[in-house]
């Protein structure tokens, strides 16, 4: 069964760096694509961006030069981070696997920027 | 990439049929076979529901279905259930980006 759990800080202050972890259970992360999705509270989702296993990334055109994802297949794990963050970052982050479609999905993680 | 546009809200009676229109660019929707629909329950993660326009994947019911015409994508719910009330949202891939449309509201009466 395949589980993916997001991790990081809930609380980053204006400006700072926004960082999270997606763990994956239960599959390996090679050979597949690794989406970042957010959700803005009370609002629709919003596509991040994605890495595939071999570290190609692709991201939205409005965070492009924000956001920056890697991957660690020995962990089996992808990371996101997202600088100069302002309330409007303020969002559930969701990491999930696929970037056609998305199959798998993380429970989501609150991720609240204020001072 | 433009945005992709749903209605707001839906809704419908138990055992009824319910349509969910998502409506893109050419370049998107109408353009690619890459359509895909998510379920969402309050506080949830999103569920897949249907990808590449009208498949299933395991463990969805097949009142859930996907269809596509043009510039339109669509998601019918029939035999409409309680538990089926909840946000749907439709997203397509297309020149390498992904974008979601912004999401119905469907209430079981």
């Known amino acids: 069964q395949v589980q993916l759990q997001e991790s990081g800080p809930g609380l980053v202050k204006p400006s700072e760096t926004l960082s999270l972890t997606c763990t994956v259970s239960?599959?390996?992360?090679?050979?597949?694509?690794w989406s970042w999705i957010r959700q803005p509270p009370g609002k629709g989702l919003e596509w991040i961006g994605y890495?595939?296993?071999?570290?190609?990334?692709n991201y939205n055109p409005s965070l492009r030069g924000r956001v920056t994802t890697s991957v660690d297949p020995s962990k089996n794990h992808f990371s996101l981070k997202l600088n100069s963050v302002t309330a409007a970052d303020t969002a559930v982050y969701y990491c999930?696997?696929?970037?056609?479609?998305?199959?798998?999905w993380g429970q989501g993680t609150l991720v609240t920027v204020s001072s | 990439q433009s945005a992709l546009t749903q209605p707001p809200s839906a809704s419908g009676s138990p055992g009824q049929s319910v349509t969910i229109p998502c409506t893109g660019a050419?370049?998107?929707?109408?353009?690619?076979?890459?359509v895909s629909w998510y379920q969402q329950h309050p506080d949830k993660a999103p569920k897949l529901l249907i990808y590449?326009?009208?498949k299933r994947p395991s463990g969805v019911p097949d009142r859930f279905s996907g269809s596509k015409s043009g510039n339109t994508a669509s998601l019918t719910v029939s035999g409409l259930q309680a538990e089926d009330e909840a946000d749907y949202y439709c997203?397509?891939?297309?020149?390498?980006?992904?974008?979601f449309g912004g999401g119905t509201k469907l209430t079981v009466l």
């Open positions: 997203s397509s891939y297309a020149g390498d980006n992904v974008v």
């Open positions: 999930a696997r696929g970037v056609r479609w998305n199959d798998h």
């Open positions: 050419s370049s998107g929707v109408g353009g690619y076979n890459d």
């Open positions: 590449e326009v009208s």
């Open positions: 239960g599959a390996s992360i090679s050979y597949y694509y």
């Open positions: 890495i595939y296993y071999s570290g190609s990334t």
